[in-house]
């Protein structure tokens, strides 16, 4: 039973230190390449491309389910877009609330019979609607089939070669298109998707659709996912992105060539984690077929997102993401640990499969059953120590040196005393916060083996969004606007 | 190995503790540097503003104090993204004659990709005619960022020999489309000359390059030179020749768009159909409104949107009328027409 318990220790101290051994490699990669970035910014003539009528057009995809409270904030940002040519092509899944209607009052929408390519199924649409005082803003009204669904039917109504796919939800930096873009612009013929970083708008301001002052959250749960966001994107991100595995783009800012999304058949309906799958599906349509491409992830353009505030919905989320994660995974495992996948299926396939979906079990299992077993006295103290260095003091340098590149690259967060928190939140992030998201990753995985289904409800307080409503005046367009009574 | 781990901790605080030093340092280090170029720059603008307007051919006659230097050139080179004519002359007189450009010049055969880069935009903003040479030898840089750069900067300088270079770059492939394109757009409607002579070119590509320009900074007279293209060998050349004469007008081409309307490819017939709709060629309707009903999606959007230019009353009575027959290009463009739209 000792020698049980201490080859059980011996295992978890060994999954620390090769876990948080890999993103320390990743740390110094990701430090290397964001610093290249930097040094390239000064001419990445995003200003020049911003008037140019070469850059090709982009349609912007939204969909929305019941998104009455800031649908019209989020267009109207979205079609204050600097980028020389796009569209906003907004599909509302089935709401039940006053999505369009206030899209509609907003807008000046009239009915237009838009036509639509059959290249990806999708629930059927039930109107389509174009704004007379911004042709530009298409709606799309249709049966609820959820947001893969939704963004199937958006890109069948895309005009343009590339598609953008941003959540409802999200605030988009006016240039943030441009940037994401940027990739496309120099090799448009290799670059098949792109993705940006996503940042936790919770306690900025934001005006008109804007965040004009970046700030911390107040809420400390919110402060310690801006610190994750860091590791995810900075250092985790970055790096997939160079080993040209980069497994994830951002279902809430990610940018994919038309052509390519529908060769593949669109996304995938019967998962939580529609975007993943997708951008994995996408490399191995391109690996099997030979072809030269490229899947970038782009440190620049920004969208700005509303984290949790509560345990619940940030215990929903993960277990959502988890769920996601393995559902794409377990779809794709043919890649995993095949030569023919290249980084993909050689690094970042078993990365995933060992350290972001099995993992966390390993990790509850080290965070309960060590203390517990030197406390009884079957562990040797010595474990003890050896877990806690492995497992939180390296991941305490971690977490600071993702503060760091955050520090050296774009430092959005520019006060002193915000500064000093962070550092702060960094130290604590791997005392309570690291272990509760393991405990709710743990739980996804149950929820996977259960063959759980469905998103569940996010609690939000709303980013940037009126306070009051007014009431919708439903004024007659020409056409029925369907609102569930 | 457990053994090995309080030596870790012990690694772990050492390496801890000096980062969060040099991020406190940097931290302030950064903010000062912020508030010292503001400091110079509001010291130097007086400065900038008098060689602007010609009341100070040289405002660093008198010596300037430390890092007012470089805070002169930033706050000119700004200004010399803005101005034009006599103001912007000067500036790029100044840079040339505080060896400046000559300082840039050297730094684009720096063995880092990334100075060069940066002495080509540098270039490319201090506005200076004499740059153009060195900056067109860019254009062969073995960095991507350096060629578009490059190509960025001699748009900004406007200088007519640029354009056969720039076409060549574009021709290639290996300076980005919109930059490099942008570029060409910058040199004005005195770049046609050049282009229209490269219409002879032996490469398609180059020929395509020139035809699309043309398009876009020629006018009308112009219009009849790209006729001939219509009958181009490449696809690539046919259409964009279409979509050009769109844009200058169609008046002289019209007997051949009618040709590329029934073409095998599918972008040609779409660009075919965009030039018919602007020319308003009454003949081609029902050419149009049966490719609208059954070409590739792509194309039969453009016949019906074409058609809506040239019969919109006849558009909307088809689509209205038998809206399963007519096809979702032309009901679309029948609702378009009945709202006003486009």
Known sequence: ?485 | MIELLPALAAALVLATLPLIAALLVRRIRVAYRERRRARLERRVEPLALRLVDGEDADPTAEPLGSGEGVALAEVLTRYAQVLNGTARARIAEFFERSGAVAEQERRLRSRRAWRRAIAAKTLGDMRSPAASGPLVSCLDDEDAAVRSTAARSLGNLGDLDAVEPLVNVLADGTAPHAVAGYALLELGSGAVPTLVGLLESEREEVRAVAVELIGRLGCARDAALLVECLDDDSAEVRARASRALGRLGAGPAVAKLRRALVEPVPFIRAAAAVGIGRAGDAESLDTLLEHARVDSFASARAAARAASEIAPQQVAEIGDADPSAAGPHLVEAADRIAWGLD
Not at chain 1, 261 to 267: D, I, L, R, S
């Open chain 1, 1 to 485: 039973m000792h020698a049980a318990v201490e080859i059980l220790g011996l295992i978890t101290i060994s999954y620390f230190l090769a876990l948080n051994g890999t993103y320390l490699v990743f740390t110094l990669l990701s430090w290397r390449d964001l610093s290249q970035h930097l040094r390239r910014r000064p001419f990445s003539a995003v200003d020049d491309a911003l008037r140019s009528p070469f850059a090709p057009p982009i349609s912007v995809l939204v969909p929305a389910y019941n998104e009455q409270t800031g649908i019209v904030e989020s267009v109207r940002s979205l079609l204050a877009l600097r980028y020389p040519q796009h569209e906003v092509v907004v599909v509302s899944d089935g709401s039940t609330d006053h999505t369009v209607v206030r899209l509609a009052e907003a807008y000046d929408l009239v009915p237009v019979r838009v036509a639509m390519r059959d290249a990806i199924a999708h629930q059927p649409v039930v109107q389509t609607w174009v704004s007379r005082s911004d042709p530009r803003l298409t709606v799309i009204e249709k049966r609820n089939g959820g947001k893969a669904d939704a963004l199937n039917c958006g890109i069948c109504a895309a005009r343009y070669p590339y598609v953008c796919s941003i959540d409802a939800d999200t605030l988009i930096e006016e240039d943030a298109l441009l940037r994401v873009a940027k990739p496309v612009l120099e090799d448009p013929d290799r670059v098949i998707a792109t993705g940006g970083i996503v940042r936790i708008a919770n306690g900025c301001r934001i005006e008109r659709g804007q965040v004009t002052d970046v700030a911390l959250p107040r809420s400390r749960l919110a402060t310690l996912q801006v610190v994750e966001y860091f590791r995810a994107f900075l250092v985790g991100r970055v790096v997939w992105s160079r080993l040209r595995s980069l497994m994830i783009i951002s279902g809430a800012f990610g940018l994919f060539k038309r052509s390519a999304v529908e060769a593949v058949g669109g996304y995938w309906t019967e998962t939580v984690g529609e975007d993943a799958e997708l951008v994995v599906r996408l490399h191995r349509h391109m690996r099997e077929r030979g072809e030269d491409y490229r899947i970038e992830f782009v440190p620049d353009p920004v969208c700005w997102t509303e984290a949790p505030e509560d345990f619940r919905t940030l215990g929903r989320q993960r277990r959502r993401w988890q769920r996601g994660l393995g559902e794409t995974l377990w779809r794709h495992r043919a890649v995993t640990a095949k030569p023919r996948y290249g980084a993909l299926g050689m690094v970042a396939a078993p990365f995933f499969w060992l350290f972001e979906l099995i993992g966390p079990m390993i990790e509850v299992l080290g965070y309960v059953g060590i203390p517990i077993a030197a406390a009884l006295g079957i562990l040797d103290v010595k474990f003890l120590i050896g877990f806690l260095v492995a497992a939180v003091a390296l991941g305490m340098l971690l977490s600071i040196a993702a503060l760091a590149l955050e520090e050296i690259s774009f430092r959005r967060h520019s006060r002193h005393r915000e500064a000093a928190r962070l550092l702060v939140y960094a130290i604590f992030d791997n005392l309570g916060y690291r272990q509760l998201t393991g405990l709710y990753r743990v739980a996804g995985m149950v929820d996977l083996c259960r063959r759980k289904s469905g998103w569940g409800d996010m609690r939000r307080r709303g980013i940037g969004r009126a306070a009051e409503l007014e009431p919708v005046t439903e004024r007659p367009v020409g056409g029925s606007v369907a609102v569930a009574e």
